[in-house]
């Protein structure tokens, strides 16, 4: 399984970016997730999406702000960004795995990352 993150960029604050993760190779019964990690501090969760879309769950830092989708068809899981502040800044990188949840251990495979910035 291969993932490939993009969509990152500079944003002013309030403003919105739409990532995407494209994932090639048997995927179909994974749940994706986006993590995120800032300079200095931990890869932190932010949302998932099981595999047939019906599931999802975000972080509080994120909850009505963020709305994670996916096109099976295309193999593609997208994450919309609104109402983006300084502290979404980070690398934001995408996730497979059986397990899922909101545990770094739940992934099994990860993609290179996308790096956004939210700065005036």
């Known amino acids: 399984v291969q993932l490939q993150a993009s969509g990152g960029g500079l944003v002013q604050p309030g403003g919105s970016l739409r990532l995407s993760c494209a994932a090639s190779g048997r995927t179909a019964t994974y749940t994706t997730g986006w993590f995120r990690q800032a300079p200095g501090k931990e890869r932190e969760f932010v949302a998932h999406?099981?595999?047939?879309?019906?599931?999802?769950y975000y972080a509080d830092s994120v909850k009505g702000r963020f709305t994670i989708s996916r096109d099976s068809a295309k193999n593609t899981v997208y994450m919309q960004l609104n109402s983006l502040k300084p502290e979404d800044t980070a690398m934001y990188y995408c996730?497979?795995?059986?397990?899922?949840?909101?545990?770094?251990?739940?992934?099994?495979?990860w993609g290179q990352g996308t790096q956004v910035t939210v700065s005036s």
């Open positions: 996730a497979a795995g059986f397990r899922g949840g909101s545990g770094i251990g739940g992934y099994d495979f």
């Open positions: 999406i099981t595999w047939s879309g019906a599931s999802t």
